[in-house]
Structures are given as structure tokens and as C-alpha cells.
């Protein structure tokens, strides 16, 4: 695995590479040796933020932790990408038969019920109207969502504006 390691308002020690590359080798079983890993350590006031990003053939594995403990933080974001390859190893394994991806030897310790079907529970449809972005998170905050799907006056694409963790706000734009 090539494993990329950045950081923000942190400076990257050998300890901490070493404990990332340590950590992060772990998932090497479940991947071909040319996958890029990508892990962002952060601190913002007296949060350590651990974020990790594996792109593999179109689809993105992503975890996030944060915690007083970078090293925690570490451990617990890694724990999270082996739980999303634990619950849904199946189609993951069924959409990469080609060796992309491999879970057949691999002994998982904890017991975490893999999902086998998706269910959708709520189907809703709505009429669009054109917007600007600044619109649609007025939109959002007034309805008290986390997210708003709307038509982008601007580019003329369907748009998603969300609220981010850190309270910022984020906007998704389709790429063909």
C-alpha cells in the first residue's frame, strides 16, 4: 500500500508516521499492494482528527475520528475501515472479483452483523426550483436538515449542500 500521510496545524513526527504506517498496514490484506491510502492528521483546539480516505476502483472508503489522543484517534479511524469492509464485505468482494479486493482468509475478531440487503424505508419527491447556493443553505437551516438537494441556477446541475462537522458548510457538484 502507498500511504500518504498529511498534516494540518500539526507537524508530523516519526512517531506519528510510524504509527499511522503501522496501523494503516493492517488493511493492507483487503487491498492490492499499488492501493493509495490517504490519512490527514488535524488539530483544531483540543481535538486530534484522524481522516482516511482509500479510492479503489470507484468506490471511496472513508473514516473519521476525533478525540483529545491523536494516537487514539489513529487507532479508532483505522477500527472504522475495518468495520465498513466488515459489514458490507460481501458486495464489496461480489463488485471486485477481480482481485481488487480481498476479505477470503481474513478472521474478523469482533462479531459485527454484515448487512445484506439495503433497505430503503422513505421514497420522497419534490419539485426543484432553481437556486443559488447561499439560497439552498438558507433553505436547509430553515427546514433543520443536514443536507438539501437542489437545482444549481448557476451551473444548471443538480446540487447538494450539507453541514459539516466543524459547522461549515459543504456542496457536492456531479462530475461526468
Do not use: C, W
Not at 1 to 7: H, K, L, T, V
Not at 20 to 39: G, P
Not at 82 to 99: A, G, M, P, S, Y
Amino acid at each position: 500500500m502507498n500511504i500518504i500521510i498529511s498534516g494540518k496545524n500539526i507537524e508530523i513526527t516519526e512517531a506519528l508516521r510510524e504509527k499511522v504506517t503501522k496501523r494503516v498496514k493492517k488493511l493492507e490484506k483487503f487491498f492490492n499492494s499499488d492501493t493509495e491510502v490517504h490519512v490527514t492528521l488535524s488539530v483544531q483546539r483540543v481535538s486530534q482528527i484522524v481522516e482516511i480516505t482509500i479510492p479503489f476502483n470507484g468506490v471511496t472508503l472513508r473514516a473519521e475520528d476525533q478525540n483529545e489522543d491523536m494516537y487514539t484517534s489513529i487507532d479508532r479511524a483505522v477500527d472504522l475501515i475495518e468495520r465498513q469492509i466488515r459489514k458490507n464485505k460481501t458486495r464489496l468482494e461480489r463488485r471486485f472479483h477481480d482481485n481488487d479486493f480481498r476479505v477470503d482468509n481474513t478472521k474478523f475478531i469482533d462479531d459485527v452483523q454484515e448487512e445484506t440487503e439495503f433497505k430503503v424505508v422513505r421514497s420522497k419527491r419534490f419539485a426543484v426550483k432553481p437556486m443559488d447556493v447561499e439560497e439552498a443553505i438558507l433553505q436547509m437551516n430553515l427546514l433543520g436538515h443536514e443536507f438539501f438537494m437542489f437545482y444549481n441556477a448557476d451551473s444548471r446541475q443538480v446540487n447538494v449542500v450539507y453541514k459539516r462537522k466543524d459547522g461549515n458548510y459543504g456542496l457536492i457538484e456531479p462530475e461526468f
